[in-house]
């Protein structure tokens, strides 16, 4: 139904509702191992037994997806497709993790979509939130942490013309680069 960027759009919303400090984001594609893995952790308010019961439990988001919403559910009907699955840990008080994973070249498997504009949306549109981002493709690198950005640039706020187009063109120029 949509890209993997629009569904991290998704779980980082949550992460941003449950008023998180700092969000990381971790892809690793790996072809050789043939896995594409998606982390999201932060360190907002975490989930309580109850609703981690609930988002995990597939019939009973189905029968209640109104009131309790979609985003973990399709994203974990997203990776079994492509016969993967999605782990949640959160702990109240300290944060939560998603992680989900896809087998890469599962016919079924969605593909990333453009997932620079969706970190570049995430941290211009977020400015008091750090956002760390690492994607690993087979033996390459590319990562981009807003805290250092920020302590470097003393009063320059984060989201300042000058300082977000430098931070976009990184990304750009980082993905293509490891990415091709
Ligand atoms: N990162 C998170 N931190 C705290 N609570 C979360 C987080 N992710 C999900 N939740 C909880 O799980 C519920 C289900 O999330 P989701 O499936 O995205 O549906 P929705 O956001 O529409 O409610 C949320 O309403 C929230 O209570
Ligand atoms: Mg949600």
Do not use: C
């Not at 990333?112 to 390459?140: Q, S, W």
Request: hydrophobic content about 35%; charged content about 35%.
């Amino acid at each position: 139904m949509q890209d993997l960027s629009l569904h991290m759009l998704d779980i980082i919303e949550n992460s941003i509702k449950a008023g998180a400090r700092r969000v990381e984001i971790m892809i690793n594609e790996d072809l050789e191992k043939d896995i594409l893995s998606i982390e999201i952790k932060d360190n907002g308010e975490g989930i309580d037994r109850e609703t981690l019961e609930k988002v995990l439990d597939p019939f009973y988001t189905t029968r209640t997806t109104r009131r309790v919403g979609l985003g973990l559910s399709l994203l974990s009907q997203s990776a079994k497709e492509a016969e993967g699955d999605i782990l949640i840990k959160s702990e109240k008080g300290i944060g939560t993790a998603v992680h989900a994973y896809f087998k890469h070249s599962h016919i079924d498997r969605r593909p990333l979509g453009n997932i620079a504009d969706t970190i570049f949306v995430l941290i211009a549109g977020n400015p008091d939130i750090d956002f760390y981002y690492k994607h690993k493709k087979n033996d390459k690198e590319y990562s981009i942490d807003t805290k250092e950005i920020r302590a470097e640039l003393g009063d320059v706020p984060l989201n300042s013309a000058e300082v977000i187009k430098i931070i976009r063109k990184d990304i750009e120029e980082g993905l293509r680069e490891i990415r091709g």
